[in-house]
């Protein structure tokens, strides 16, 4: 049966809704950013366990914020995840749906993962019970936990790689969207998904591909939010 525009426009969420979730969408991509990129990936020293641990207790207020700022991120990216469902439901409920449930696992796997920031945080201090470890070996197991942070990173991102697979797909036959935006964000799902297999399953391959890998999501996805922030497809 077809469907009718009017039908779309009934479904579809308001101006203000769509406004909302490009605002927090572009406001998460500069969340990402900052924990990723201006915090970790200064303070982390690639196989120097003394370096990393002594970057990160230097700026532990600094490593404590990006940790606040990551769940952040993930709390607002809860609104955004209904917002898109309302937005796709009509193109087929039931991709949207399945987009919106493994975008929730990925957020779901990211908080849990931030855990193995909070690590290095009780690894390095002053608390008695460490007096029982070497210095050394505190330093390890730190930098061992921010370590399997990055892996934890990757597996999350996994499930959001299929998630905006499925959203470029839903964009794509939409009709109220450029079809560019759907290929845009497919392209982005699916760079996120080579550098996370790369990244479990061949790692010297992940760090080659790193961070020009990036630049697919960071297109796609900023493309994506700014079309929601002009808003003027809704009703």
Not at 131 to 155: C, D, N, R, S, T
Not at 185 to 195: E, F, I, T
Request: hydrophobic letters at 65%; glycine letters at 8%.
């Amino acid at each position: 049966m077809a469907v009718s525009p009017a039908f779309f426009a009934a479904e579809r969420p308001h101006a203000w809704q769509l406004r909302m979730a490009g605002l927090l969408y572009l406001v998460l991509i500069v969340l990402g950013a900052f924990g990723e990129m201006k915090v970790r990936g200064a303070l982390v020293v690639s196989g120097d366990a003394a370096a990393t641990a002594h970057n990160i207790m230097a700026s532990e207020g600094l490593w404590r914020a990006a940790i606040a700022g990551d769940l952040l991120m993930h709390v607002l990216d809860l609104p955004v995840i209904v917002v898109l469902y309302l937005l796709l439901r009509p193109v087929h409920r039931g991709v949207a749906l399945f987009a919106t449930l493994i975008n929730l696992v990925q957020t779901a796997v990211l908080a849990a993962n931030k855990l193995n920031l909070l690590l290095p945080l009780f690894l390095l201090g002053n608390a008695a019970y460490l007096k029982a470890f070497p210095p050394e070996q505190l330093q390890a197991m730190a930098y061992l936990a921010v370590k399997v942070h990055g892996f934890g990173f990757g597996i999350g991102l996994i499930f959001f790689g299929v998630a905006c697979v499925a959203r470029g797909w839903l964009l794509f036959r939409s009709g109220f969207a450029p079809k560019a935006l759907g290929v845009l964000m497919a392209l982005a799902g699916a760079s996120y998904l080579v550098n996370s297999f790369a990244l479990l399953l061949a790692p010297a391959v992940a760090d080659m591909l790193f961070p020009f890998i990036m630049l697919p999501p960071l297109v796609g996805e900023a493309a994506f939010a700014l079309w929601l922030l002009a808003a003027r497809h809704s009703r």
